[in-house]
């Protein structure tokens, strides 16, 4: 398939394998769960793969726990896949008690496109028992078949003198601009005609609003609201639940339900107000390509992209996920985002400006002045890591440079 790449969390998907008689990968929809478990990870282990997608599937499973779980296993077979598992719950309690009569790692793979515990009410289940990983939108290395790089870990370790100083050598920064535009979701980003995905994010968007919300029992649920709460979601200026109900003509708590049902979903994230900011938490998108298609500015995409990037470097790296505040001043200053991991803290502005004005810099500033002791990375689409003045703590870096 042209759009098949080689993926980043399968070498940290087959450590945990080895660990953990189950391991969970959770994603949104379309993020390529099955081609991770289907055509990608047969080339580390035996596995049997099934998918609840398929009804017949689902119904044994449903009616016969054991007996399907049973049936599954094999000599042949290191690992049992299975696909969409959250479909049958049932299956849950199941797989607890299989892993309790026989502890082997690498037993079981499951995926989900929906947060397991918060879908189904699985209170502490297969604590101890499973390993839970994330798989995002690809990220731009991924894209280009690169090998994996993760800058963002520690953006201050990149190399003062890397530049990029021949046209062969732009193509990370074109890809960018080609990630903020397309996004990353593996059967769409490579489709060259823009009828054609603007086609398949519409479908998408209606079987996630139509069929994917009507599972969580949301009051009243409207699928159309949920599309319009999506739509001003990408389109707010502030991302926040009081601006994107006050767009809708509805006060936050009638569409409370929506968001908790999206976050699930792993469509949007819900980013928390810094310690000393101003404001609530705002919401992002998981994929620029569909933010891109619902009306979001360059400015939210830019975002889109960083939080992609940062989540899915430290997720495969192996690391503890990291914290992501929102930052805003009193008087409308703004940084991206502050970070804060167990190794590093640093904030981000974002920015599609090959040379930051005066009011970028201003902010990053205002920023530095009251956290002196948090770095400041503004990414921009420029072709050498710059120094704004002698303080250490601000380095403008291309964004090629941090994929």
């Known amino acids: 398939m042209p759009h098949q790449r080689a993926r980043h969390l399968l070498a940290l998907l087959e450590k945990r394998l080895q660990l953990f008689p189950i391991v969970g990968v959770l994603g949104a929809r379309q993020t390529g769960k099955s081609t991770l478990f289907r055509d990608l990870l047969p080339s580390q282990r035996s596995i049997h793969y099934v998918t609840l997608d398929r009804e017949e599937i689902r119904s044994q499973a449903q009616r016969q726990p054991t007996l399907f779980i049973r049936n599954l296993e094999s000599s042949k077979y290191r690992t049992v896949c299975i696909d969409e598992v959250q479909k049958a719950p049932v299956l849950f309690d199941t797989l607890k008690a299989e892993v309790d009569e026989r502890k082997r ?50 953006p201050f370790k990149v190399s003062t003198q890397k530049k990029v100083p021949t046209p062969k050598k732009l193509v990370p920064l074109k890809s960018t601009q080609m990630w903020l535009d397309r996004g990353g979701m593996p059967g769409i ?24 919300l009507a599972r969580f029992e949301i009051p009243r649920f409207n699928p159309e609201l949920a599309r319009r709460i999506l739509i001003e979601t990408a389109k707010a200026q502030i991302p926040n639940r009081t601006e994107i109900s006050r767009s809708l003509g509805k ?46 500015s360059i400015e939210r995409r830019l975002q889109v992209w960083f939080l992609n990037e940062c989540f899915s470097q430290f997720s495969y790296s192996g690391q503890r996920r990291p914290d992501i505040f929102v930052y805003q001043t009193h008087r409308g200053s703004r940084i991206d985002f502050v970070i804060t991991a167990k190794n590093t803290c640093y904030a981000v502005k974002l920015t599609d400006e090959e040379a930051p004005s005066t009011y970028t810099l201003r902010s990053v500033a205002a920023f530095r002045v009251k956290h002196p002791q948090i770095p400041v990375i503004v990414a921009a689409p420029c072709l050498y890591i710059q120094q704004p003045d002698a303080d250490s703590g601000v ?5 090629s440079a941090l994929t």
């Not at 499973?130 to 090998?147: D, F, H, M, T, V």
């Not at 980003?189 to 998408?204: G, H, I, K, Q, Y």
């Not at 049902?261 to 404001?279: D, M, N, Q, R």
């Not at 380095?395 to 964004?399: E, H, R, S, V, Y």
């Open 105 to 154: 790692p690498g037993r079981f793979a499951l995926s989900g496109s929906t947060e397991f515990s918060k879908k189904i009410g699985i209170q502490d289940a297969l604590t101890g028992r499973i390993a839970l990983l994330r798989i995002y939108p690809l990220n731009q290395s991924e894209i280009e078949n690169r090998k994996p790089s993760y800058p963002w870990v520690d």
């Open 189 to 212: 980003f490579a489709l060259r005609d823009t009828a054609n995905r603007a086609s398949l994010f519409e479908s998408w968007i209606e079987t996630s609003c139509a069929r994917d």
């Open 251 to 296: 006060i936050p708590r009638q569409i409370e339900a929506y968001f908790q049902a999206f976050k699930a979903l792993f469509i949007l994230y819900e980013i928390e107000p810094y310690k000393t900011s101003v404001g609530k938490s705002n919401f992002y998108f998981f994929d620029a390509g569909l933010a891109e298609f619902v009306g979001a």
């Open 395 to 399: 380095k403008i870096i291309p964004w």
